[in-house]
């Protein structure tokens, strides 16, 4: 059974950075496309950033581009997600999921980290 377990979040002030980062045991780290996801009070969850498991380009939402970065390290079957100049509007909780590449049905999610951008 994987399990997926999300750390770095916290309070930081707008302009700041942050390192989120998602390590998974109990699966094949390598043939999941990795993601992260992310819930404001109020709000359905979004997608934020994605990296495939092997070769292609790492996928980004418009809105953190230029900002966000997102890269995994399959020897340490964790993925990160640096953020920088960050904005309030940032503010949620941002929840790790793994996405088996080949079946659909198999996938995992995280318990989620807090991420709060305020003065």
């Known amino acids: 059974q994987g399990r997926l377990v999300e750390s770095g979040g916290g309070l930081v002030q707008p302009g700041g950075s942050l390192t989120l980062s998602c390590a998974a045991s109990?699966?094949?780290?390598?043939?999941?496309?990795m993601m992260w996801y992310r819930q404001a009070a109020g709000k359905e969850r979004e997608f934020v950033a994605g990296?495939?498991?092997?070769?292609?380009?790492?996928q980004l939402v418009d809105s953190v581009k230029g900002r966000f970065t997102i890269s995994r390290d399959n020897a340490k079957n964790t993925v990160y997600l640096e953020m920088d100049n960050l904005k309030p509007e940032d503010t949620a909780i941002y929840y790790c999921?793994?996405?088996?590449?080949?079946?659909?049905?198999?996938?995992?999610w995280g318990q989620g980290t807090q991420v709060t951008v305020s003065l």
């Open positions: 109990g699966l094949t780290f390598s043939k999941f496309v």
């Open positions: 999921h793994a996405q088996h590449r080949g079946t659909l049905t198999i996938h995992y």
């Open positions: 990296i495939p498991d092997v070769g292609g380009s790492p």
